[in-house]
Nanobody, 115 residues
Framework: EVQLVESGGGLVQPGGSLRVSCVAS????????MYWVRQAPGKGLEWVSA????????YYEDSVKGRFTISRDNAVNTLYLQMNSLKTEDTGVYYC????????RGQGTQVTVSS
């Protein structure tokens, strides 16, 4: 059974930073592309970033390019999203997922950017 457990969210001021993590189990993590998706209040799921199985190729949604960095450590089955220069519009629940639409995702971690 696929399990994805996110952590690391919280309340941060605009311009601040956070790193969220996702520990994966129940599948061969190192063989799969992984994704971060988010859901802002009152909106649908939005793809944020993707990383290939080895961590050498990454993609970002335009609004987070240059501010967010996705990475992974296959030795400990963990996916990361480093978020810098956070904006109020980054507020939402962040999920790691095994597909870009977020069909298979964890329970999420809340990120709130507010002064």
């Amino acid at each position: 059974e696929v399990q994805l457990v996110e952590s690391g969210g919280g309340l941060v001021q605009p311009g601040g930073s956070l790193r969220v993590s996702c520990v994966a189990s129940g599948f061969t993590f190192s063989s799969y592309w992984m994704y971060w998706v988010r859901q802002a209040p009152g909106k649908g799921l939005e793809w944020v970033s993707a990383i290939d199985s080895g961590g050498g190729t990454t993609y970002y949604e335009d609004s987070v390019k240059g501010r967010f960095t996705i990475s992974r450590d296959n030795a400990v089955n963990t996916l990361y999203l480093q978020m810098n220069s956070l904006k109020t519009e980054d507020t939402g629940v962040y999920y790691c997922a095994t597909d870009p639409s977020g069909t298979v995702r964890g329970q999420g971690t809340q990120v709130t950017v507010s002064s």
